[in-house]
């Protein structure tokens, strides 16, 4: 028999509409099960065994984010089934970028009220991200928090943990001038920036709904578009080319993530040509009168991962990506200069 208090339910938490949101949200969980996962949902931890074969020193890799004031977006289109993936993908592209594989993640959502199938909807979209990621779900928390947050809104987190041998991690003290910079395209504004983008766009229901012939969709689907997980086709790369480092380009843009991949004495030169930028951000630069710099100091411009090769690599690392599905391009290469980015 679950259990049941008639006061906590007067003071806005119902448990058992968590029990129903958990009951609603196996099925999206059993699709991230892969081998290692020991546990199912609803114990006090998630277990997940490591398959260490293969791996002589292994260093577990840990990842956490959330998806920010994108959320306002999904609010005002009451859409729920992707912020998950954007939670994802905060996470587990950052743990790639020192060539770890991302094993289990954990979310965690607070909210308003639970209403059971929108929590089932939005933990659908983290299955889904993990899915794509390759990595388990093997746990959670949702909290209700009458109160806090509105009953329609809610916040969402994740955790991540994933395993890199020592001796294969990523290592960009060898990064020298000459080395190619590879961008990978990404699939819009990703999860950051969105508080200058409500401000500057003035967003609402209305507007979110109106169809853009610069955009080829709606202003809301452009904005609430996913983001783009990156891990298998970067460590499918990792297996084939040495990729001497790797910035996923999130908050602070280009300007402040591609240099915490370059060691003392080299700077990012970067091919502003050769970047394709999509139209959503021309849209929020015109709308906002925003400089040029301030876009690449904030978004990704259509660049969700920089990576780095030796010049003699480049063309074979774009041969593999793209094969693997990527948008993938020479946008730059390594100079020396003082750890920063620069554009031609």
Same mark, same amino acid.
């Given at each position: 028999?679950?259990?049941?208090?008639?006061?906590?339910?007067?003071?806005?938490? $119902?448990?058992?509409?968590?029990?129903?949101?958990?009951?609603? =949200? +196996?099925?999206?969980?059993?699709?991230?099960?892969? #081998?290692?996962?020991?546990?199912?949902?609803?114990?006090?931890?998630?277990?997940?065994?490591?398959?260490? %074969?293969?791996?002589?020193?292994?260093?577990?890799?840990?990842?956490?984010?959330?998806?920010?004031? +994108?959320?306002?977006?999904? &609010?005002?289109? $009451? +859409?729920?089934?992707?912020?998950?993936?954007?939670?994802?993908? =905060?996470?587990?592209?950052?743990?790639?970028?020192?060539?770890?594989?991302?094993?289990?993640?954990?979310?965690?959502?607070?909210?308003?009220?639970?209403?059971?199938?929108? /929590?089932?909807?939005?933990?659908?979209?983290?299955?889904?991200?993990?899915?794509?990621?390759?990595?388990?779900?093997?746990?959670?928390?949702?909290?209700?928090? #009458?109160?806090?947050?509105?009953?329609?809104?809610?916040?969402?987190?994740?955790?991540?943990?994933?395993?890199?041998?020592?001796?294969?991690?990523?290592?960009?003290?060898?990064?020298? #001038?000459?080395?190619?910079?590879?961008?990978? +395209?990404?699939?819009?504004?990703?999860?950051?920036? &969105?508080?200058?983008?409500?401000?500057? *766009?003035?967003?609402?229901?209305?507007?979110?709904?109106?169809?853009?012939?610069? *955009?080829?969709?709606?202003?809301?689907?452009?904005?609430?578009?996913?983001?783009?997980?990156?891990?298998?086709?970067?460590?499918?790369?990792?297996?084939?080319?040495? /990729?001497?480092?790797?910035?996923?380009?999130?908050?602070?843009? @280009?300007?402040?993530?591609? #240099?915490?991949?370059?060691?003392?004495?080299?700077?990012?030169?970067?091919?502003?040509?050769?970047?394709?930028?999509?139209?959503?951000? $021309?849209?929020?630069?015109?709308?906002?009168?925003?400089?040029?710099?301030?876009?690449?100091? %904030? @978004?990704? =411009?259509?660049?969700?991962?920089?990576?780095?090769?030796?010049?003699?690599?480049?063309?074979?690392?774009?041969?593999?990506?793209?094969?693997?599905?990527?948008?993938?391009?020479?946008?730059?290469?390594?100079?020396?200069?003082?750890?920063?980015?620069?554009?031609?």
């Amino acid at each position: 028999m679950k259990s049941f208090s008639e006061s906590y339910r007067a003071a806005g938490v $119902d448990i058992t509409a968590g029990y129903r949101a958990v009951e609603l =949200m +196996k099925r999206h969980v059993e699709r991230t099960r892969i #081998p290692g996962v020991l546990s199912g949902i609803g114990g006090f931890g998630g277990l997940f065994e490591l398959d260490l %074969t293969g791996i002589s020193r292994p260093v577990l890799v840990s990842g956490t984010d959330g998806v920010g004031t +994108k959320l306002k977006i999904a &609010f005002l289109m $009451d +859409k729920h089934d992707t912020v998950g993936i954007d939670c994802v993908a =905060m996470c587990v592209n950052d743990i790639v970028c020192c060539g770890a594989k991302p094993l289990t993640f954990l979310d965690y959502l607070a909210l308003g009220k639970n209403v059971p199938e929108r /929590v089932a909807e939005i933990v659908a979209g983290v299955a889904e991200g993990c899915v794509q990621a390759g990595c388990a779900l093997i746990g959670g928390e949702t909290a209700e928090m #009458p109160g806090f947050y509105p009953e329609d809104e809610y916040d969402l987190a994740g955790f991540s943990v994933g395993v890199v041998d020592r001796d294969a991690m990523v290592d960009p003290s060898k990064i020298v #001038p000459g080395d190619a910079l590879i961008g990978l +395209k990404s699939s819009g504004v990703h999860s950051n920036g &969105f508080s200058l983008v409500r401000k500057v *766009l003035g967003v609402d229901a209305k507007s979110l709904a109106v169809y853009s012939d610069e *955009l080829g969709c709606t202003l809301g689907e452009a904005l609430l578009e996913p983001t783009k997980i990156y891990v298998r086709p970067v460590l499918s790369l990792m297996a084939r080319v040495n /990729v001497k480092g790797v910035s996923h380009i999130t908050g602070g843009g @280009f300007y402040e993530n591609i #240099p915490r991949a370059l060691p003392e004495g080299t700077t990012a030169r970067i091919e502003r040509s050769r970047i394709q930028t999509p139209p959503v951000f $021309d849209m929020i630069a015109r709308a906002g009168g925003i400089s040029q710099r301030d876009m690449f100091n %904030t @978004f990704n =411009m259509g660049v969700g991962m920089c990576l780095t090769v030796a010049g003699e690599d480049a063309d074979e690392a774009v041969r593999i990506l793209r094969e693997a599905g990527e948008d993938a391009s020479v946008i730059g290469s390594v100079v020396a200069g003082d750890s920063r980015v620069e554009f031609v």
